[in-house]
């Protein structure tokens, strides 16, 4: 079955800089990855996805990049700030049922003003 | 805000006991589904449906119980042999069994007294 890996487990980066997470996935038919944000105490939402016929996707300062020979994916945050302190949690799934995600174990993010 | 609501937000079970987790959505969504998640791990799936009055288990159904007799309302008991039930629990919902928008609740904190 999928296997998805996710580094950093913590990240901090100054205001203004940009983040990198970056997560792994072993089952080469995965075809859908999307990023969500946990803020603390809240759910979790969806920021950005990518699918598999795609090498990037970007929203504002958000960006997400796949590599499907690698079999990676990763999220670019530029211009950090500090509402941006959150947990990420990266997923791979194959077709469009929900049942099939595989989640990453997250990243904390935290901006340092 | 609306869409996915779950109660309480902090839930503590005494040992022997069965507690119950309450999802409720009203965005008309036809498949639910219910997470468990620990520090440093990813979302794990317990149980989903894709329709009323059918459920299947996920990968750690043991010692949890799911109902849907209603398309709104997936609850969720934790079952005195689940030994260790302390976790965040999050539900979610698509608007049909095959689409990967996943929407979260804000999750129900379990603890044991």
């Known amino acids: 079955g999928e296997n998805v890996e996710q580094h950093p487990s913590t990240l901090s980066v100054q205001e203004g800089d940009s983040a990198v997470i970056k997560c792994t996935y072993s089952d080469s038919a995965s075809n859908y990855f999307p990023w969500y944000k946990q803020e603390l105490g809240k759910r979790p939402q969806l920021i950005i996805d990518?699918?598999?016929?795609?090498g990037e996707k970007k929203d504002q300062r958000i960006a997400v990049t796949l590599n499907k020979t690698a079999k990676h994916f990763s999220l670019h945050i530029t211009e950090t700030q500090p509402e941006d302190s959150a947990v990420y949690f990266c997923a791979a799934t194959l077709g469009g049922y929900g049942q099939n995600f595989v989640f990453g174990p997250g990243t904390r993010l935290s901006v340092l003003p | 805000d609306g869409g996915i609501t779950q109660s309480p937000k902090y839930l503590f079970r005494k040992e022997g006991q069965n507690v119950t987790l309450s999802c409720e959505q009203n965005l008309n969504h036809d498949a639910m589904y219910w997470y468990r998640q620990d520090p440093g791990q990813g979302l794990r799936l317990i149980y989903y449906s894709q329709i009323v009055n059918d459920f299947q288990k996920g990968d750690i159904a043991e010692g949890y119980s799911v109902s849907r007799e209603k398309k709104e309302s997936f609850p969720l008991t934790v079952t005195s042999a689940q030994k260790n039930p302390t976790a965040f629990y999050l539900c979610?919902?698509?608007?049909?069994?095959?689409?990967?928008?996943?929407?979260f609740g804000s999750g129900t904190q379990l603890s044991v007294l």
């Open positions: 979610a919902s698509t608007p049909g069994r095959a689409n990967e928008k996943l929407f």
């Open positions: 990518i699918r598999s016929n795609v």
